[in-house]
C-alpha cells in the first residue's frame, strides 16, 4: 500500500518537473522568513513577484529556443533589452499619448532583431550561439550609441503600470502571470508548439512528419526576441528610466530559469510553469543571501554552482534517449 | 578555369592574414604614423592577454565546446594576480594551479554527464566573477613589479607583444597541428567515435584540452593585470566574446576541430587594431563592439560564400 | 573441398546475435584460412555486416566462440583484441577524421607513429601503401581528408587498413570496399587483394559485384537469414547460381498474380533519383502501390526523403500532386518522438484538422488516438503512456497510424517492417491494400521479396539510381536479385 502510494506519488512529481522549482523557492521563502522571524514576509513576497516578472518574460522566450533542440540559444538578450528599453523611453519621450507608438516601436525593434538573428543562422549557415552573439554585438553598439546619455523618464502611466499595484499584487507580476498562462496553452494546444517540442526531439523526425522546420525555428527566435524587447520596456519603465547594463544579468538568468525551470537543454522537453517557479528561486536566494548579510561574491558563486549542479544532475537524465 | 582558381582551402586559411592586413593598410591610410615601432606598441599594448585568452578557447572549441566563461575567468586570474601573488606568492601560485584543475574538471564533467559546455561554462562564469568578487570587492590592487616589468619589456625592433604572439602562435601550432598528440586531439574534434574506436580516451582528451585552456587563461590574466598593474571583477569580461570571435576570424569552426593557433593569434590582433581603427577615423567608441560583430559576420559571410563555391564545384 | 590442409586464421563456431526480437545470427560457423581471399554474399538482412562487426570485435556475440590465430579471445573480444591479433575492418561508413589529414589518419590508427618525425614516416609509409593498391592515386599524404573525393576517402581508408605497424596484419575485412571506386581503381584494389592473399593474408571481401567476388575470391559463402547457407570454391559459382544460392530455394509462383489491369488513375507523383543518368523516373498513380526494391542504401531511402520534401516545395527534382505521410523504417532516426505519448505520437501529422477555435482540442485528439489504437490494434492499455513503453513492432503500428490517420493520399514507406513480427505485418499488409482500394498512393520501399508480391509494380535500385521495372506479374525473387546485383561496376 505505502509502497504505490509513494511510487504514484514520484510518477506524479516526475509528470510535473516544475515542481521542484516551487519547492525550492518555498524552502528558501522559510528560510528567510524564519531568520527575520517571519517580519517584512509579505514585502519579500511582493518584492519577489516583480523581479520575476523580468525573468519570466525573458526566460519564456528563451524556453521556446532552447526547446527546439540542442545548440539553440539566444545570446542577443542582454543587448536586446538594453537596446528596447532605450528606444522605448525615446520614442514616448516621457509622454503618456507615445505609450502606445512607444511599444509598437519596442514590437519593431524585436522583430527586427529575431528576423537578424534567424537570417544569420540561415544564410551564414552558423551555430545559433554564434549568430546570436554576433548580432549582439551590432545591437549592443547600436543600443550604446542610441542611449548615451539618455535621461528620458517614463511617461507616468507607463511607469505606474510597472510599478503600480492592485490588490496589493505587482501589476506586472498580473500581466506576467497572464503571459505565461497564454504561453502554456500555445506550448500544449497549438500547432505550433506541438512542432517546437516535436522539432526538439528530433528534427528530422519532425521535418519528415510533416512539420516545416525552417519556419518554425524561425517564429521562435522571433518569439524570443520579442519577448526581450518587451521586457526591456518594462524594465525601464520600472526603474525610472533605461540604462545601458540594465541587460547584463539575463544573459545567465534567462538561461538559468530555463534549465532549473525543468526544461530539458537537450531540447524537445519543457514547460511554463517551471519559468515562474524558477525565477522566485533566484530571486528569493538573492534575498536570502542578502538578508543572511552574504556579500555579492558568494551570491554568485552559490548562484554559477547551483545552475551547474542543477544541469548536472538533470542533464543524464534525457528521458528515452540511449 | 579551375586551375587559376586558389583552392577553397587556400583561400580560407589566407582570409585571417588578408583581413589583417587590410586592416593596417586602412590605418596607414588614415594615419601613417601609425605604422611604426611606437605606433604598434601602444596599438597592440592589449594583444597580448587578448591572444592567449583566444588560444584557451581554441582548445576548447578544438574538441566541440564552447567556453562562455573564460572572460571572468581572466579577470579573477588579474585579481590573484593584484593581490595574493603580489602579498603572498606560494598562496598565489597555488590559487593558479588549483584555478586550472577546475577547468581541467570541468571538461570532464561536461564529458561524463554528456552536458552542453555553454551552460556549464555560464554557471563557470559567475562562479568565477564571484570568486573575484571577494577578492577584490572594488577595483585595485597592485601587480608583482617583476610582472609589470616583464610585460612591458622593450625590445628591439619588434615591439614585445609582437614577439609574444608570433611565439604563442608558433608553440601552439607546432603542440596542436604538428605532434602526434596534437593530432589525436584533434581528432577527437573531428570524428570522437572513430578516434574511440581506435582505442583512445575520449575523456582524456577532453580533460587536456580544458586544462590547456585554464593555463592559457592564466597566462592571459596575469599579463592583463601586468599591463594594468591593477585589476578589477570586471576587467576582462569583454574576453568571452572576443576570443571566440577571434577563433572565428582565424579560421576555426565550431564544430569537427577544424582550428587554426597561427590564424587565431592572427584573429586577436585584427580585434586589437580594428579599435585603434575606429578611434583613427574619429569613430565614436560606442561603436567598438559593434565593429568586431561587423568583422565577424562579414568574415563567417565570406566564408559562407567561399563554402558554397567550393560545393558548386 | 579443397586444400583442407590450410590452417585456419578465424574459426567461428555456433555464433548467434539477436537484436531484441530479430535474430541476425543464428549460429554461424566460419573459418577463413591464411593465404585465402574469402567472398561473403548475401542479400539485405542475411547478417553478413552483423558477422564481420562480431569479427572486428565492435559487437559483442551472444554466443558462440571466436577464435583468432589459435587464441580464444571469445571471452576478450573488443576492438582491442581483434586489433592486436591482427583484425582489422574497413567499414562502410567512413572511420576516417575529416578534419586531419592522410598522414594524420594514419596516426590515429597506429600508435607506432609518434615522436620525432612521425609525420614524415606516418606520410611515407601511407604514400606507398597508396602507391602499391592504387597507382597514380594523386593523393598526398599532406592532403586533407574533407578535401578529399569520397572516392578517395575510401582509398585512404583502404591503404590505411592494410598498413602493417607495431601489430601483426592477418586478416582485412572489407565491407563493400568499391561502393563509390569506379571501375579501373575498383580492379586495381581486387588486384592488390590477389597479391596480399599470395603474401599469405587474408581477406573478406563484401561485395554486390558478383563479378567482382566471383574474379577475387578463393572460396565463396553464401548467407542467408543469419545462417551460412552455401560454402563451394569460387570456381564452382557461376553468377546465376551464385543468385540462386541467395534466393529461397523453392520458387514460390503459385502466389504470383495475374498482371494487373494498368490503372487509369492520375500520376500524382514523378521523381528522379539524384543519381539517374538515363531518363528513367519513378511515376506513381492514385491508387497504386507500388515498390521500390534493391539492396539497402542503394537510393530509395533518399529518393522518399526528396518526394516528401517535394510536398513542402523544397525539391525542384520531384512532382507531387497532394498531401504526403511518411512511414519511417529507421524508428529512431527518422520516426518516434521518444518523449511523447503514444497518442501524441499519432496525431502530430493531423493537428491542424483537430482544432477547435484555434487550440487543439484534446477530446478530438484523444478520439483519434483510440480509434487507431483499434483499427491497428496497438497493444496497450493506455494511449496516454510513453511510445517506448510499446514493442518496436507496436511503435512501428503508431507510425503506420500516424500517416493513416492523416490527411495525406500519398504515403511513403521506408522499409518499415524491419524487426516487426509476423502477425503485425499481416494486420498491416490487409490495411495497405485496403486503404490502396480506397484511392491512396503508396510507394514502398522493402528489403523483403515477400512484401514486393503486394505492390503493383516495382521499381529495382542499383547505387542511387533506377535499372529496372518491374510490372506485377515480372516481379520474381530472381528478377529482383538479377537486377540488384550487377556483372560489373555501374
Not at chain 1, 538594453?82 to 522605448?88: D, E, R, W, Y
Not at chain 1, 502611466?157 to 499595484?165: D, H, K, S, V
Not at chain 2, 613589479?145 to 622593450?154: E, M, P
Not at chain 3, 592532403?143 to 591503404?159: G, K, N, T
Request: charged fraction near 15%; glycine fraction near 10%.
Amino acid at each position: 500500500m505505502r509502497q504505490s502510494a509513494f511510487s504514484r506519488l514520484a510518477d506524479w512529481s516526475a509528470e510535473r518537473p516544475w515542481l521542484w522549482s516551487f519547492v525550492g523557492a518555498g524552502l528558501i521563502f522559510l528560510a528567510t522568513t524564519a531568520f527575520t522571524s517571519g517580519k517584512g514576509g509579505g514585502d519579500v513576497l511582493t518584492a519577489a513577484l516583480t523581479f520575476a516578472t523580468f525573468y519570466v518574460i525573458v526566460g519564456i522566450g528563451q524556453m521556446f529556443v532552447i526547446t527546439t533542440g540542442p545548440g539553440n540559444v539566444d545570446l542577443s538578450i542582454p543587448a536586446n533589452i538594453a537596446l528596447a528599453g532605450a528606444v522605448a523611453m525615446k520614442v514616448m519621450d516621457g509622454s503618456n499619448a507615445m505609450i502606445v507608438p512607444g511599444l509598437a516601436a519596442v514590437a519593431a525593434v524585436g522583430l527586427a532583431i529575431g528576423c537578424f538573428n534567424f537570417a544569420l543562422i540561415r544564410i551564414l549557415s552558423i551555430p545559433p550561439i554564434i549568430a546570436t552573439l554576433s548580432a549582439s554585438f551590432l545591437v549592443q553598439s547600436t543600443a550604446i550609441a542610441y542611449g548615451r546619455g539618455l535621461r528620458i523618464k517614463p511617461p507616468p502611466i507607463f511607469a505606474e503600470l510597472a510599478t503600480g499595484r492592485v490588490l496589493g499584487v505587482p501589476i506586472l507580476a498580473i500581466i506576467a502571470i497572464l503571459v505565461a498562462a497564454a504561453m502554456a496553452l500555445v506550448l500544449r494546444r497549438t500547432v505550433y508548439g506541438r512542432s517546437v517540442l516535436a522539432i526538439g526531439q528530433n528534427a528530422r523526425a519532425a521535418g519528415l512528419a510533416g512539420i516545416r522546420v525552417a519556419r518554425v525555428r524561425f517564429a521562435t527566435y522571433v518569439l524570443s526576441a520579442v519577448f526581450a524587447s518587451f521586457c526591456g520596456a518594462l524594465l525601464a519603465g520600472f526603474s525610472g528610466g533605461a540604462s545601458l547594463n540594465m541587460g547584463e544579468e539575463f544573459l545567465l538568468a534567462s538561461i538559468a530559469v530555463v534549465v532549473i525551470g525543468g526544461t530539458s537543454v537537450a531540447g524537445g522537453f519543457s514547460n511554463v510553469p517551471g519559468i515562474w517557479g524558477a525565477s522566485l528561486f533566484l530571486y528569493l536566494l538573492v534575498t536570502m543571501l542578502n538578508t543572511f548579510g552574504v556579500g555579492a561574491g558568494v551570491r554568485l558563486i552559490l548562484t554559477g554552482l547551483i545552475i551547474i549542479a542543477v544541469i548536472a544532475l538533470s542533464g543524464g537524465r534525457r528521458p528515452g534517449r540511449g | 578555369m579551375n586551375a587559376l582558381m586558389p583552392s577553397p582551402r587556400l583561400v580560407r586559411a589566407a582570409l585571417p592574414a588578408l583581413s589583417l592586413a587590410a586592416l593596417l593598410v586602412a590605418i596607414w591610410f588614415v594615419q601613417p604614423r601609425a605604422i611604426s615601432y611606437f605606433g604598434f606598441n601602444l596599438m597592440l599594448n592589449l594583444a597580448m592577454p587578448i591572444a592567449f585568452a583566444t588560444i584557451a578557447q581554441l582548445c576548447v572549441i578544438t574538441v566541440n565546446d564552447l567556453d562562455l566563461s573564460i572572460g571572468a575567468f581572466v579577470s579573477f586570474v588579474a585579481c590573484v594576480g593584484a593581490t595574493w601573488l603580489n602579498a603572498t606568492p606560494l598562496l598565489g601560485v597555488a590559487v593558479l594551479l588549483g584555478a586550472v584543475v577546475v577547468y581541467a574538471l570541468v571538461g570532464a564533467l561536461i564529458h561524463l554527464r554528456n552536458l552542453p559546455s555553454i551552460v556549464v561554462t555560464l554557471g563557470m562564469s559567475f562562479f568565477w566573477l564571484g570568486c573575484s568578487v571577494l577578492l577584490l570587492p572594488s577595483p585595485g590592487g597592485s601587480a608583482p613589479a617583476w610582472l609589470a616589468a616583464l610585460v612591458k619589456v622593450r625590445t628591439p625592433l619588434v615591439p614585445f607583444a609582437i614577439l609574444v604572439s608570433a611565439a604563442l602562435a608558433l608553440v601552439v601550432h607546432v603542440g596542436l597541428m604538428r605532434s602526434a598528440w596534437g593530432a589525436i586531439l584533434r581528432g577527437a574534434g573531428g570524428n570522437p567515435v572513430a578516434v574511440a574506436r581506435a582505442g583512445w580516451s575520449l575523456l582524456r582528451t577532453k580533460v587536456t584540452m580544458f586544462a590547456l585552456a585554464g593555463f592559457f587563461g592564466v597566462l592571459s590574466g596575469l599579463s592583463l593585470v601586468g599591463l594594468t598593474t591593477s585589476a578589477d571583477a570586471n576587467i576582462a569580461i569583454r574576453y568571452t566574446l572576443l576570443s571566440i570571435a577571434g577563433v572565428i576570424l582565424g579560421g576555426g569552426e565550431f564544430v569537427g576541430g577544424r582550428v587554426s593557433p597561427v590564424g587565431a593569434v592572427l584573429g586577436a590582433m585584427t580585434l586589437t587594431l580594428a579599435g585603434s581603427l575606429l578611434s583613427f577615423l574619429r569613430i565614436s567608441p560606442d561603436w567598438q563592439i559593434g565593429a568586431q560583430g561587423a568583422i565577424l559576420i562579414v568574415v563567417l559571410a565570406l566564408r559562407a560564400l567561399v563554402n558554397r563555391l567550393e560545393r558548386r564545384r | 573441398m579443397d586444400a583442407p590442409s590450410a590452417s585456419a586464421i578465424v574459426q567461428l563456431e555456433g555464433v548467434r546475435k539477436s537484436f531484441g526480437a530479430v535474430r541476425a545470427l543464428a549460429g554461424v560457423d566460419l573459418d577463413v584460412r591464411a593465404g585465402e581471399c574469402l567472398g561473403l554474399v548475401g542479400h539485405n538482412g542475411a547478417g553478413k555486416s552483423t558477422l564481420m562487426q562480431v569479427l572486428a570485435g565492435t559487437l559483442a556475440a551472444d554466443e558462440g566462440r571466436l577464435v583468432v590465430a589459435g587464441d580464444d579471445i571469445t571471452a576478450s573480444a573488443g576492438v582491442a583484441a581483434a586489433r592486436a591479433h591482427g583484425v582489422v575492418c574497413v567499414f562502410q561508413e567512413l572511420s576516417l577524421c575529416p578534419n586531419l589529414t592522410v598522414a594524420e589518419n594514419a596516426r590515429v590508427m597506429h600508435r607506432a607513429f609518434r615522436g620525432f618525425g612521425w609525420r614524415k614516416r606516418a606520410g611515407a609509409a601511407m604514400a606507398a601503401m597508396l602507391d602499391d593498391i592504387f597507382p597514380r592515386h594523386g593523393i598526398d599524404p599532406a592532403d586533407v581528408v574533407a578535401d578529399l573525393s569520397i572516392a578517395r576517402r575510401q582509398m585512404v581508408e583502404i591503404a590505411r587498413a592494410f598498413l602493417v605497424t607495431d601489430e601483426p596484419l592477418r586478416l582485412v575485412i572489407l565491407d563493400e570496399p568499391t561502393s563509390s571506386l569506379d571501375q579501373v581503381v575498383a580492379e586495381q584494389l581486387m588486384a592488390f587483394v590477389r597479391r596480399f592473399v599470395a603474401r599469405g593474408g587474408s581477406v573478406i571481401l563484401i561485395s554486390h559485384l558478383l563479378g567482382e567476388i566471383l574474379a577475387t575470391s578463393d572460396r565463396v559463402v553464401v548467407m542467408k537469414d543469419g545462417r551460412v547457407v552455401e560454402t563451394r570454391p569460387a570456381r564452382d559459382f557461376t553468377r546465376d547460381s551464385l543468385v540462386a544460392a541467395m534466393g529461397s530455394v523453392a520458387a514460390r509462383e503459385d502466389e504470383k498474380r495475374a498482371a494487373a489491369a494498368q490503372p487509369a488513375g492520375e500520376v500524382v507523383v514523378e521523381a528522379r533519383p539524384a543519381r539517374q543518368a538515363d531518363g528513367r523516373s519513378l511515376r506513381a498513380r492514385r491508387g497504386e502501390i507500388v515498390g521500390l526494391a534493391g539492396l539497402a542504401g542503394h537510393g530509395q531511402t533518399d529518393l522518399l526523403v526528396r518526394i516528401n520534401a517535394a510536398a513542402q516545395g523544397r525539391e525542384p527534382h520531384a512532382r507531387v500532386a497532394g498531401a504526403v505521410a511518411f512511414v519511417a523504417g529507421d524508428r529512431q532516426s527518422d520516426g518516434v518522438f521518444p518523449l511523447w505519448s503514444i497518442a501524441e505520437n499519432i496525431t502530430i501529422r493531423s493537428l491542424g484538422g483537430l482544432r477547435r477555435f484555434g487550440l487543439i482540442d484534446p477530446a478530438a485528439e484523444a478520439r483519434m488516438a483510440e480509434e487507431w489504437r483499434q483499427r491497428i490494434a496497438i497493444r496497450t492499455p493506455d494511449m496516454g503512456n510513453g511510445i517506448l513503453s510499446l514493442s518496436g513492432g507496436n511503435q512501428q503500428k503508431a507510425l503506420f497510424a500516424r500517416a493513416l490517420a492523416s490527411d495525406a493520399g500519398i504515403v511513403l514507406m521506408d522499409d518499415p517492417m524491419r524487426g516487426v513480427d509476423v502477425g503485425t505485418k499481416q494486420e498491416v499488409y490487409g490495411m495497405i491494400r485496403a486503404e490502396a482500394a480506397r484511392g491512396r498512393t503508396f510507394l514502398w520501399y522493402t528489403t523483403e521479396f515477400d512484401e514486393l508480391r503486394h505492390c503493383d509494380r516495382v521499381y529495382v535500385f542499383r547505387a542511387g539510381a533506377i535499372v529496372a521495372e518491374l510490372a506485377a506479374n515480372e516481379i520474381t525473387e530472381e528478377r529482383v536479385l538479377q537486377s540488384s546485383f550487377a556483372e560489373e561496376a555501374a
